[in-house]
């Protein structure tokens, strides 16, 4: 008898035993975010694993006309949220009788609508199996991100069982590791909550352990959801501010970054190369303009890996981001009151904007909306306003008038062409869908003492998340300028009158065929994307793992990262050669006194202030060049400053060239010089 029970109990592990539990039912709105609770009770063991006993199974139906605007989470009793997909199904309808298992072949992301049948989330379903007592409120939360089309949830249910999925953990990274912890609060779209936040950065090369000291930061941070369509997509992007105990807003250079309190999160959720924003700000940058600085890293929030983001500057005023005056409420009149703007065409409201003089150009009736960026219209004074307005109607005026193309008085007066140029490169050569319609930014600094007019610029370049695709069937053809008209936005038809004037073509075209020599060759593309495949070689597989190979929309059908990485380069290969035989403008008088052919280098170089006054931040992200040589050169090719430096040395990889205040204006040219490589950037003395 002993033996036979013995015999049942090596058995029973051997059985499957599970249990399935319904839950309720509930509409579906349009920007809204609803839980559908399930309830359990009575449920044995009372501890949930990976091994023995968990969560097995989710399955639900629901009616929805365009199944890509949801995102669907699971919410454990104890606070746990694993988000299980999003964005699946394009604008077919419906989900009947899916369920979602951990060990199934086929992903969610690769079904098609109607989905029926069983798939393998795109989250970690299994990090809700980590010992906490399963009896309690479980909430099946699905997220409306988009408006017209709603839906009903008729059925849905979670099972528990002895074959439990399974889920792997964060520990360690070669990329910075960002520790983010809301202490039981949600983050929300605003206000900001206060959260604390760490990071681990040990060093270029070296391994960062998720128990590690947080190094580079640790304190406080006031955190919210930020964006607008990259907030309805499952991995959500955040701007967050320093904090002191106090709340006061503090500074600190963020892993090499020059110190500021405002910083942003930028998902990667809809760009599967990682890539898609970091080339054109660099490219930007590369042109001798500010462009935001970023940096890769690996995202924890509450204990969960949420995969990889992009660390990056907010677009603000500041020395080292827009370096322009600031606007006091005082500065009313004469030079003090002309300059300090950010102004930006997106999304607007009579809160935010005012309506431009002129119509798009070419398109009567479709008038245009500029924001406010910084300062914004609540804190500007009536006679700021009134300035900045009558500056912009001076220059459409000038622009639509007679004299036009007069280099004294017509639309030159105004703008700082260069600026205008490198920014229509810069959007081109990406193809961007936004560019030149939405999250388009211009400044404007102070004239100067004498009356004499600082001009406006345009940049810095911004949000690429719908760059370098395929929208059109057609990824290598086509301008993008001319795409003023917009569902929500009609923006200014500039480039499309500028582009009238022989003079600006010309200008355009040979700053264009400058660039391809250089930064704009094939050559400086691939190394650049190589080097992101490279260094994000190990996280990307946890990045797929958490949120899904295929989340990335309207863009390629590539299946792996390899093939993304490939195809991209070759998008680029395509557009340069169309880009090539249709640059407007021709090449008479063009003297292309650019920088050097620019070699393929592993070492990465951060460059500030850009433009610079008095003195150069250097950051080799690299601590094993040792020595190098650092020479900053005019356009003529003359030495004006070098130094020898020892990477070993100096504090956080940071050099600063200093002594710069007696230059002139202009573009100069930065050298770094190794035992093996040379590194060369263009910059810019204000």
Request: net charge negative; glycine share 4%; aromatic share 16%.
């Given at each position: 008898m002993r033996k036979f029970l013995y015999l049942i109990t090596l058995l029973i592990p051997l059985f499957n035993f599970s249990q399935t539990f319904s839950g309720g039912t509930g509409n579906i709105l349009d920007n809204t975010t609803i839980n559908i609770p399930i309830t359990i009770l009575g449920l044995s063991p009372t501890s949930i694993d990976t091994v023995n006993f968990g969560l097995e199974q989710i399955c639900f139906s629901l009616t929805h006309t365009w199944d890509s605007d949801l995102t669907v989470s699971i919410v454990a009793p104890d606070g746990t949220v694993i988000s299980l997909f999003g964005g699946v199904g394009n604008d077919g309808d419906d989900f009947q009788n899916t369920c979602l298992r951990w060990d199934v072949a086929t992903g969610i992301s690769t079904g098609v609508a109607p989905f029926n049948g069983t798939y393998k989330p795109n989250g970690q379903m299994g990090a809700v199996n980590n010992g906490q007592d399963p009896n309690g409120v479980w909430y099946l939360r699905i997220k409306d991100g988009y408006t017209g089309d709603e839906g009903t949830v008729s059925a849905c249910s979670i099972t528990f069982g002895n074959s439990p999925a399974k889920y792997w953990e964060f520990k360690e990274s070669n990329l910075p590791i960002m520790v983010i912890n809301t202490n039981g609060q949600s983050i929300a779209d605003d206000p900001k909550i206060i959260a604390d936040m760490g990071i681990i950065f040990n060093g270029e090369g070296v391994r960062n352990h998720l128990n590690d000291p947080k190094n580079n930061y640790d304190g406080k941070i006031g955190i919210e959801i930020r964006g607008n369509y990259s907030a309805s997509l499952p991995q959500l992007p955040y701007a967050f501010e320093l904090q002191d105990a106090a709340g006061n807003n503090v500074d600190s250079p963020l892993l090499g970054m020059p110190a500021e309190h405002d910083w942003l999160l930028l998902a990667n959720y809809n760009d599967k190369s990682f890539a898609r924003n970091i080339i054109p700000y660099e490219m930007f940058d590369s042109m001798g303009h500010y462009a935001t600085k970023t940096r890769l890293v690996d995202v924890i929030i509450n204990g969960q890996y949420q995969g990889i983001y992009l660390l990056c500057e907010q677009i603000k005023r500041d020395s080292n981001r827009v370096d322009i005056a600031k606007l006091k409420p005082t500065d009313i009149t004469g030079v003090?009151?002309?300059?300090?703007?950010?102004?930006?065409?997106?999304?607007?409201?009579?809160?935010?904007?005012?309506?431009?003089?002129?119509?798009?150009?070419?398109?009567?009736?479709?008038?245009?909306?500029?924001?406010?960026?910084?300062?914004?219209?609540?804190?500007?004074?009536?006679?700021?306003?009134?300035?900045?307005?009558?500056?912009?109607?001076?220059?459409?005026?000038?622009?639509?008038?007679?004299?036009?193309?007069?280099?004294?008085?017509?639309?030159?007066?105004?703008?700082?062409?260069?600026?205008?140029?490198?920014?229509?490169?810069?959007?081109?050569?990406t193809k961007n869908l936004d560019g030149f319609k939405k999250s388009r930014y211009f400044h404007k600094d102070k004239d100067h003492a004498d009356g004499t007019i600082r001009k406006l610029k345009a940049g810095p370049v911004w949000d690429f998340d719908w760059a370098q695709k395929d929208f059109d069937g057609s990824p290598a053809t086509g301008f993008m300028y001319d795409d003023f008209l917009g569902q929500d936005i009609n923006a200014p038809g500039w480039y499309t009158?500028?582009?009238?004037?022989?003079?600006?073509?010309?200008?355009?075209?040979?700053?264009?065929?400058?660039?391809?020599?250089?930064?704009?060759?094939?050559?400086?593309?691939?190394?650049?994307?190589?080097?992101?495949?490279?260094?994000?070689?190990?996280?990307?597989?946890?990045?797929?793992?958490?949120?899904?190979?295929?989340?990335?929309?309207?863009?390629?059908?590539?299946?792996?990262?390899?093939?993304?990485?490939?195809?991209?380069?070759?998008?680029?290969?395509?557009?340069?050669?169309?880009?090539?035989?249709?640059?407007?403008?021709?090449?008479?008088?063009?003297?292309?006194?650019?920088?050097?052919?620019?070699?393929?280098?592993?070492?990465?170089?951060?460059?500030?202030?850009?433009?610079?006054?008095?003195s150069i931040n250097v950051h080799i992200n690299s601590t094993i060049i040792g020595k190098c040589t650092i020479r900053l050169m005019d356009q003529m090719g003359r030495i004006v400053k070098i130094q020898e430096v020892n990477t070993t040395e100096i504090s956080q990889n940071t050099f600063v060239l200093k002594d710069l205040e007696n230059l002139n204006s202009g573009i100069y040219i930065l050298e770094i010089e190794t035992e093996t490589e040379k590194i060369v950037k263009k910059i810019v003395r204000n």
């Open positions: 003090e009151v002309t300059g300090g703007y950010i102004l930006k065409i997106d999304y607007f409201d009579n809160t935010n904007s005012w309506q431009l003089p002129f119509d798009t150009y070419l398109y009567n009736g479709f008038d245009v909306h500029m924001c406010y960026y910084s300062p914004k219209m609540i804190d500007l004074v009536p006679e700021q306003k009134a300035y900045i307005n009558g500056f912009i109607s001076d220059f459409e005026t000038a622009l639509y008038g007679v004299d036009w193309k007069d280099p004294i008085i017509g639309y030159r007066k105004y703008i700082d062409v260069s600026t205008f140029i490198d920014y229509f490169i810069v959007n081109e050569v009158r500028l582009l009238e004037d022989p003079a600006f073509k010309d200008q355009l075209r040979c700053r264009y065929e400058d660039f391809r020599r250089t930064i704009l060759n094939d050559a400086a593309i691939n190394q650049k994307l190589d080097s992101v495949a490279n260094y994000l070689d190990e996280s990307k597989t946890w990045h797929f793992t958490t949120w899904g190979n295929e989340a990335e929309q309207n863009s390629t059908t590539s299946t792996s990262y390899a093939a993304e990485i490939l195809w991209l380069k070759n998008w680029y290969h395509d557009r340069f050669i169309w880009l090539d035989a249709n640059i407007p403008g021709t090449l008479n008088g063009c003297s292309m006194a650019g920088e050097e052919e620019i070699s393929t280098s592993s070492i990465h170089i951060i460059t500030y202030p850009n433009p610079f006054e008095s």
